[in-house]
T-cell receptor, first 114, second 114 residues
Framework: DSGVTQTPKHLITATGQRVTLRCSPRSGDLSVYWYQQSLDQGLQFLIQYYNGEERAKGNILERFSAQQFPDLHSELNLSSLELGDSALYFC?????????????FGPGTRLTVL | GENVEQHPSTLSVQEGDSAVIKCTYSDSASNYFPWYKQELGKRPQLIIDIRSNVGEKKDQRIAVTLNKTAKHFSLHITETQPEDSAVYFCAASKPGTGFQKLVFGTGTRLLVSP
């Protein structure tokens, strides 16, 4: 158990819908990262927040957005869902925000878009 | 941007054999190279990492080597055991003050047969 929690574990929804994924980082960690893992794309970095501020962006679609709240938990919002958004979404956290900090991954949320 | 290539995509070995997984990166500024192990249905877990100021790092049966000139790094697992069976991902990150963007390889599925 890494100490990072994610809810829900599974989510099934329809195309065009909007969902919110939630992540709580390890106690003391200030950075949160979101990743998408699909069969054909591997692990793709989406976005990083540090202490409430957006710090880095990867290949995140405009339909996706995220935020980190004062209690440091983070939410990833996915809207206008398409079949291709079906994937495993991981959240990770690290103590700081630097380029060489170890990231601890949560158990993931499996999103299925029908 | 950074691109990480990983080979082979699948690797089958007999228990007790050694396994080697290789990655190359494109951005010479990258200076942090973690390796993650992901068992089926589980989260990625860091197994070893190396920073660009060292050429090799060992942790029991696992070692990582880094060749900055050639821009490649490798994971070596000796005396493999069935519980080493998993997907292994390499990643690379550039120096960042206040941010980290890990770029992952496409993964290697290692199967260790008893």
């Amino acid at each position: 158990d890494s100490g990072v929690t994610q809810t829900p574990k599974h989510l099934i929804t329809a195309t065009g819908q909007r969902v919110t994924l939630r992540c709580s980082p390890r106690s003391g960690d200030l950075s949160v990262y979101w990743y998408q893992q699909s069969l054909d794309q591997g692990l793709q970095f989406l976005i990083q927040y540090y202490n409430g501020e957006e710090r880095a962006k990867g290949n995140i679609l405009e339909r996706f957005s995220a935020q980190q709240f004062p209690d440091l938990h983070s939410e990833l919002n996915l809207s206008s869902l398409e079949l291709g958004d079906s994937a495993l979404y991981f959240c990770a956290s690290s103590v700081a925000a630097g380029g060489r900090d170890e990231q601890f991954f949560g158990p993931g949320t499996r999103l299925t878009v029908l | 941007g950074e691109n990480v290539e990983q080979h082979p995509s699948t690797l089958s070995v007999q228990e007790g054999d050694s396994a080697v997984i290789k990655c190359t990166y494109s951005d010479s500024a990258s200076n942090y190279f973690p390796w993650y192990k992901q068992e089926l249905g589980k989260r990625p877990q860091l197994i070893i990492d190396i920073r660009s100021n060292v050429g090799e790092k060992k942790d029991q049966r696992i070692a990582v080597t880094l060749n900055k000139t050639a821009k490649h790094f490798s994971l070596h697992i000796t005396e493999t055991q069935p519980e080493d069976s998993a997907v292994y991902f390499c990643a690379a990150s550039k120096p960042g003050t206040g941010f980290q963007k890990l770029v992952f390889g496409t993964g290697t599925r290692l199967l260790v047969s008893p």
